[in-house]
C-alpha cells in the first residue's frame, strides 16, 4: 500500500489546483477556455459564456464581528463579477448558494439579501438560482457569475507581449490595511468591551476592505477609448501574485516600478501606523479588486489620459525574469506572496 502524504501546504493553493487539474480533460469544442483565468468561456453555437465561481467561508473570508452583512451580501456579488470584468465580459447572471448556521435570523438573512440585491442593481445582473442548506461551520457562501462576451472578444491572462505596457485601475493596498485596522479594533474591543472603535478617519481603507467596487468602469472605458489590453486580470490575492500569473500565463518576465504602484495617501499614513511598507501591502496584501492589464505600446497615449490608470512597467522576455525596480534603483525578484487562504 502507497502511504505518501503530500501536504497540502507543501503545494500552496496554485500548486494544488494545478495538482488536482494536470489531467483535467476537455471533451466539448464550446469549451474554449478552461481552468487557469479569472473565468472560464464557454461557446454555445456562436454565442459565448465567461463564468466564474467563488467560496467564501466564515473565519477564513470574513469576519462577522466587524462585517455588516449587507456589506457581505454586496462583496460576495462584487468579488465574482470582478472576475467576469476582468474578462472584459459583460456580468448578466449569477446564483447563490448559502450555508446557513443556526445563529442566524430571517433578518440578518434579509440584512445580506439587501446587500446582494444592490449589488445586482448596480451591476445589472439577475439572481437568478442558488442552493440553500444548514451548516455547522459557519456561514458558507457561493456565488457563480456568468456573462456575455462578443465572439473572441474575451481577454485572458497569457496573451502579453514582449515591450506590452503593464497598467492597473485605482490603488493598491489599502483593503489590507483596512483590515489590518478592523482586527486591531476587534482585539481591542475583546479585551476591553466598554471601547467602541473609531473608524471615521478611516473610512477609505476600511471601505476598501468591506464594500470593493469591481470595475466595471475600466471595462467599459477601455472599449469606448478601442483600447483592447493583451492580457487582464484582477488583483484580488495581491499585485505580485497577479502580475506573475500573467507572465507565467503569458509565458514572459516583466519589470515593475516600484515609485509607479498607486497608493492612496490614506493607505500611506495607515501602513506608516502600523510599521509596514505600503508598496509591500499592495504588492502582497490582496482584495482590492482593480485590474491589472498589459496594452500595446501604440495604446500608451490614449491610456495616460485617464487619471485613474496607473502605467507600472512593461513585459520582458521571459529570460530576464520577474522584477521590482526599487526607488533606489535597485532590481530584485517579484515573488508571490500573495494572501493564500491555506496560510491565512
Ligand atoms: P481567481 O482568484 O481569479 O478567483 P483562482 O485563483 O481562485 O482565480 O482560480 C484559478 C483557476 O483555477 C480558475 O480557473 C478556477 O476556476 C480554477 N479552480 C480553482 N479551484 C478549482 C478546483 N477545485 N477545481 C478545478 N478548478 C479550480
Ligand atoms: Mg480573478
Avoid at 503530500?6 to 487539474?21: D, V, Y
Avoid at 515591450?163 to 476591553?192: M, P, T, W
Avoid at 466595471?216 to 505580485?240: C, F, H, R
Wanted: proline share 3%; charged share 25%.
Amino acid at each position: 500500500m502507497d502511504t505518501t502524504r503530500t501536504e497540502i501546504a507543501s503545494l500552496g493553493e496554485f500548486g494544488l489546483i494545478e495538482h488536482l487539474t494536470k489531467n483535467n480533460e476537455t471533451r466539448n469544442a464550446g469549451t474554449l477556455l478552461s481552468v487557469g483565468d479569472d473565468a472560464a468561456v464557454i461557446d454555445q453555437f456562436g454565442r459565448q459564456s465567461v463564468i466564474s465561481t467563488d467560496l467564501l467561508l466564515e473565519g477564513i473570508h470574513f469576519d462577522l464581528m466587524y462585517t455588516p452583512l449587507k456589506h457581505l451580501g454586496y462583496k460576495a456579488v462584487a468579488v465574482n463579477l470582478s472576475d467576469i470584468y476582468a474578462m472584459m465580459a459583460t456580468p448578466t447572471h449569477i446564483t447563490l448558494s448559502l450555508g446557513i448556521s443556526n445563529k442566524f435570523s430571517v433578518e440578518a438573512l434579509d440584512e445580506f439579501y439587501e446587500g446582494v440585491y444592490a449589488a445586482c442593481e448596480e451591476f445589472d445582473v439577475d439572481l437568478i438560482g442558488g442552493d440553500t442548506t444548514s451548516s455547522k461551520i459557519g456561514f458558507v457562501i457561493s456565488v457563480t457569475a456568468v456573462g456575455e462576451v462578443a465572439p473572441d472578444k474575451y481577454v485572458t491572462r497569457s496573451g502579453a507581449k514582449v515591450n506590452d505596457l503593464i497598467c492597473v485601475s485605482g490603488d493598491l493596498g489599502a483593503a489590507y490595511l483596512g483590515l489590518q485596522l478592523l482586527e486591531r479594533e476587534k482585539k481591542i474591543f475583546l479585551e476591553n468591551p466598554g471601547i467602541q472603535p473609531d473608524l471615521e478617519n478611516q473610512k477609505y481603507a476600511v471601505g476598501r476592505m468591506l464594500k470593493p467596487a469591481p470595475r466595471a468602469d475600466i471595462k467599459e472605458w477601455l472599449e469606448k477609448a478601442g483600447i483592447t489590453p493583451t492580457s487582464m486580470i484582477d488583483v484580488s490575492d495581491g499585485l505580485s501574485s497577479e502580475l506573475l500569473h500573467i507572465c507565467t500565463a503569458s509565458d514572459t518576465g516583466c519589470i515593475l516600478y516600484e515609485e509607479k504602484i498607486p497608493i492612496h495617501d490614506d493607505a500611506r499614513k495607515l501602513a506608516m501606523e502600523f510599521q509596514v511598507g505600503a508598496v509591500a501591502c499592495a504588492l502582497s496584501g490582496g482584495e482590492d479588486y482593480e485590474l491589472l492589464f498589459t496594452i500595446k505600446q501604440e495604446d500608451y497615449e490614449k491610456t495616460a489620459r485617464n487619471n485613474d490608470i496607473s502605467i507600472i512597467g512593461y513585459i520582458t522576455e521571459k529570460t530576464e525574469g520577474t522584477n521590482l525596480l526599487t526607488k533606489g534603483g535597485n532590481k530584485h525578484k517579484l515573488t508571490a506572496q500573495g494572501w493564500n487562504a491555506f496560510h491565512g
